[in-house]
C-alpha cells in the first residue's frame, strides 16, 4: 500500500522560499511516477510537477523556472523546492504517486492514484 506523508509547509513572504518533503513507504519513489498538485479554497486542483521513475520532470507553466522536483530513491523521499513564492502560490499542496495518463497529462489534469494529507503553504504579499 502506498502511504504519502507531506511536510515543510509553511508561512513565507512573497519572494521567500520553501521546500516540501514527501516521505513515502518503500520502494514507491523508484517504482512510481510522483508529483504534486495543489488546491486552493474554491479553485480546481492544479498539477504543479511530476517525476517519473527515470527522473524526467514536467511542470505546470506556473511553476516553470521557480519550482523544482526531485526525489531521493534511498531515502524514499519526494521533494519539491519552491522560490520565488508568490500569493498565488498559496494553497494545500498535496504529495502524490501514480501519474494517472502519464507525467505529462498527470499534471495537466492533477491526475494521480495516491495521495497524502497535504501541507499548507502561504504566500504574502
Known amino acids: 500500500q502506498v502511504q504519502l506523508a507531506e511536510s515543510g509547509g509553511g508561512s513565507v513572504q512573497a519572494g521567500g522560499s520553501l521546500t516540501l518533503s514527501c516521505a513515502t513507504t518503500?520502494?514507491?519513489?523508484?517504482?512510481?511516477?510522483m508529483g504534486w498538485f495543489r488546491q486552493a479554497p474554491g479553485k480546481k486542483r492544479e498539477g504543479v510537477a511530476a517525476i517519473d521513475s527515470a527522473g524526467s520532470t514536467n511542470y505546470a507553466d506556473s511553476a516553470k523556472g521557480r519550482f523544482t522536483i526531485s526525489k531521493d530513491n534511498a531515502k524514499n523521499t519526494l521533494y519539491l523546492q519552491m522560490n520565488s513564492l508568490k500569493p498565488e502560490d498559496t494553497a494545500m499542496y498535496y504529495c502524490?504517486?501514480?501519474?494517472?495518463?502519464?507525467?505529462?497529462?498527470?499534471?495537466?489534469?492533477?491526475?494521480?492514484?495516491?495521495w497524502g494529507q497535504g501541507t499548507q503553504v502561504t504566500v504574502s504579499s
Open positions: 502524490a504517486a501514480s501519474c494517472v495518463g502519464g507525467l505529462w497529462e498527470a499534471v495537466m489534469r492533477a491526475n494521480f492514484g495516491y
Open positions: 518503500r520502494y514507491t519513489t523508484s517504482r512510481y511516477c
